[in-house]
């Protein structure tokens, strides 16, 4: 699987999302992606309880420890790639996290508009 280049959505190269959860669909703490990614785990958020709570809801748990699959369990303030298509589900719900532009790639665009990504941004980026 090679990954598709590494830029952001706001043209950049890529940053870093979080090493520690390890994330990324490369497990590489970046929100890489490549055509075997059919989720788009594109999006770098920042979650919170509430987002949590709602992918609980709709089937994907993120809370939960797993340890047979290596998986700590994420909690408020952790950040991770989420799949694009869940984001823009939750910011329809209105319980989107918010958002990492810098390290959210570009292939997100395919799925969520620049100006709802841009709604949730972190705050650091612009």
Known sequence: MEPDDSINVLGGAIAS????????FFRDAHCNTCAA????????????????????????DLST??????FVGLKAGDRWCLCA???LQAHDEGC??????DATHRRALE????????THADGAES
């Open 17 to 24: 999302c979080s090493a520690d959860p390890l994330t990324g």
């Open 37 to 60: 990614d059919q989720g788009s785990h594109t999006v770098c958020a920042v979650m919170t309880d509430e987002f949590l709570a709602f992918s609980k809801y709709v089937g994907n």
């Open 65 to 70: 420890p797993r340890p047979e699959f290596g």
């Open 85 to 87: 298509a869940r984001f």
């Open 96 to 101: 989107a996290p918010r958002v990492n532009l």
């Open 111 to 118: 799925i969520v508009p620049l100006g709802v990504l841009q």
